[in-house]
C-alpha cells in the first residue's frame, strides 16, 4: 500500500506512488484528459487521469467528480514546472469517500460571487484559495504561542465571527480535532 501523504509533503515523493486524501478543487477535461485539481488544507495539486492509462471505470468516476467531493486518489508524483505548486500526480485510482450531489452543487464556485453571498457562507468560503491564505498568516494571530503548537501539528487557526459570538453567549461546545 503506498503511503498516505499531504500535498506538502509530495516533493518528498517525486517518482513514488502515493495516496492523497482531500478534496476536489476543480476539474478540467480536454479529451482523453482530465485535469482535476486536489486540497487538502496543506496544497493544492493537479492530477491527470489518461484515458488509456487506468481502467475505464476509474477515469469515469474522475470524470463525474463534482467540486469539493472528498476523496482517496492514489497516483505517482511527478515535478512539473507548468503545475501549480510544481507537481502532478499521475492517477492510478479515485475512491470517492463523499460525492456533492450534482443537483445541489457546492454553492461557492471559482467564478466571482457577491460580498453579501458569501458573507452568508464564510464557513464555506474559508476554504477558497484566498482566505485560506489569510488565515495562515501567522502576523494575525492573537494567541502566537498556542498557534505554534498548533501549527506544528498542521492545524490552522481561525477566529470566525460568528462562532466567536456565539461562544461568548454561553455555549460552550467548540471541539478542535
Given amino acids: ?7 506538502r509533503q509530495v516533493s518528498s515523493h517525486v517518482g513514488q506512488e502515493v495516496v492523497l486524501q482531500g478534496w476536489l478543487y476543480n476539474l478540467r477535461e480536454s479529451g482523453k484528459l482530465l ?3 486536489f486540497r487538502d488544507g496543506t496544497g493544492i495539486i493537479q492530477g491527470v487521469v489518461v484515458k488509456s492509462a487506468v481502467s475505464p471505470e476509474v477515469f469515469e468516476r474522475a470524470r463525474h467528480l463534482t467540486q469539493e467531493s472528498s ?6 508524483v511527478r515535478a512539473d514546472q507548468r503545475a501549480p505548486g510544481g507537481y502532478e500526480l499521475d492517477i492510478s485510482n479515485v475512491e470517492i469517500i463523499q460525492l456533492v450531489p450534482p443537483e445541489s452543487p457546492y454553492p461557492i464556485t ?3 460571487m457577491g460580498s453579501e453571498f458569501l458573507m452568508d457562507h464564510r464557513h464555506l468560503w474559508l476554504r477558497s484559495t484566498r482566505q485560506h ?3 495562515g498568516v501567522p502576523a494575525m494571530r492573537s494567541s502566537r504561542p ?6 506544528d501539528r498542521g492545524f490552522t487557526l481561525g477566529d470566525t465571527p460568528i462562532l466567536t459570538a456565539h461562544l461568548l453567549r454561553g455555549h460552550h461546545h467548540l471541539c478542535l480535532r
Fill in 1 to 7: 500500500m503506498p503511503p498516505i501523504v499531504e500535498i
Fill in 35 to 37: 485535469f482535476p485539481l
Fill in 71 to 76: 476523496l482517496r486518489v492514489t497516483g505517482k
Fill in 110 to 112: 471559482p467564478r466571482s
Fill in 133 to 135: 491564505a489569510i488565515l
Fill in 146 to 151: 498556542c498557534a505554534i503548537s498548533f501549527d
